[in-house]
């Protein structure tokens, strides 16, 4: 008999796919289901991304690359950065990897030692807790709440802070609140982690999402102190519409680059050769598909925040930037409905599921209990259903 490891027993699946399997059971046996659970756009991937992934193909670009990605690609990448935020990078300093996901791992491999400690403001996204665990490292979880707008202040995350504290993790826009600090937050923010020589990882993946006056910010551009100590992240899968292409990047200080480097070619080598052929015509090709599919995000955002504000005992801060409503559903615990009674956000959302056929997350995955993730990137159509359902369940 094999034993399973310390470390597999100690890692739960993801949240988010673990939902969305769920759905997919009940649509196999033929029910309808209203699926909100996983972060991914329903847009296709733009025509000329696709057509560059084809070229690619055609060229014999169907081979290994170096570990960290193509030169060209990795140089691609700097002119984005230069560009949207006159960041100045190198391509030596540029690691490209299986998705963000991937590139937020071998940031923590590189980085942190067991015994090490990592804050990490709640709500997060799922995998943040459990790739710092896997390091051995331990993850400390800083509350915030709706009133706040779900916003970790100076004064918190200084009160978190330990001799062991190693790093930081942020993640504005945020998954899943859909939370976007300011400038000015994030200053407040940066002069601890500069004060406190802590090092920084800010996952900034949706940051060409953003709505009403929200902005992003590139935390690395907000101190000089910052350059030495920051590790950036980022992606094509939520602007572009590129999940399954898997191309995710890291842009760190030289040390930090190298040991991602290495770790990398020890897991997993080099990522997609033809996926990185499409990211260069992603970054470098017209941006207007980007901002298409963002329009059509603030006009779902619109819909899902009126319909939600329309449901007794349901609040929420509206969010300003990716794709998620993260609403509190804790009015209902305690309640029973269709002969079930909601004790918390896991039995709150699986009898949406089964009763209503409505999928959501819950907020204990992301570390907030009381809450419940709701994705709106599906159509006017699959969002208006799904919470006229929603609501009709919830009033018996």
């Known amino acids: 008999m094999i034993t399973i490891s310390k470390l597999a027993a100690s890692v739960l699946p993801s949240a988010t796919l673990a939902a969305g399997a769920k759905a997919r059971q009940l649509r196999a046996a033929g029910i309808k289901v209203f699926d909100f659970s996983l972060g991914e756009p329903d847009f296709p991937t733009p025509a000329h991304i696709c057509a560059a992934a084809e070229q690619a193909m055609k060229d014999g670009h169907t081979h290994y690359t170096p ?26 300093q540029v690691v490209v990897s299986n998705g963000a996901k991937h590139s937020i791992h071998n940031a923590l491999a590189a980085t942190c030692n067991p015994g090490d400690e990592v804050i990490i403001p709640t709500p997060y996204w799922v995998s943040y807790s459990d790739l710092v665990s896997m390091t051995g490292a331990l993850p400390v979880l800083v509350e915030t709440s709706a009133k706040s ?45 500069v004060e406190k020589d802590i090092v920084l990882l800010s996952d900034e993946i949706y940051e060409q999402l953003v709505f009403d006056a929200a902005e992003a910010t590139c935390m690395v551009m907000l101190r000089p102190e910052l350059r030495d100590r920051t590790i950036t992240i980022s992606g094509a899968s939520k602007s572009y519409a590129m999940t399954g292409w898997r191309m995710g990047w890291s842009i760190a200080p030289d040390a930090v680059t190298k040991a991602m480097n290495n770790i990398q070619s020890q897991e997993t080598s080099c990522p997609s050769s033809v996926s990185q052929y499409a990211l260069i015509a992603a970054l470098d090709g017209p941006q207007e598909c980007v901002e298409e599919m963002r329009k059509e995000f603030d ?17 929420f801060p509206k ?5 998620y409503v993260f609403f509190d559903v804790s009015a209902y615990f305690g309640k029973t409905i269709g002969g079930v ?56």
């Open 149 to 193: 707008n779900f916003k970790m202040t100076p004064e918190q995350f200084r009160s978190a802070i330990t001799p062991k504290t190693k790093l930081i993790m942020m993640n504005s826009p945020s998954n899943p609140t859909g939370t976007v600090y300011s400038r000015t937050e994030l200053k407040a923010i940066a002069d601890v982690v």
């Open 67 to 92: 570990v960290n990605g193509v030169p060209e690609v990795r140089a691609a990448i700097c002119r984005w950065y230069k560009k949207r935020y006159n960041f100045d990078c190198t391509p030596d």
């Open 341 to 396: 009674t909601i004790r918390d956000s896991m039995s709150f959302c699986l009898a949406a599921l089964e009763q209503a056929h409505v999928n959501f997350v819950p907020g204990s995955a992301f570390g907030a209990e009381g809450f419940a993730r709701m994705s709106y990137a599906s159509s006017r159509e699959q969002l208006e259903g799904g919470l006229k359902v929603l609501h009709q369940w919830l009033a018996g």
């Open 319 to 323: 969010p300003e930037g990716a794709f």
């Open 299 to 315: 006009v779902r955002r619109k819909l899902v925040c009126d319909k939600l504000s329309a449901i007794p005992g349901i609040t």
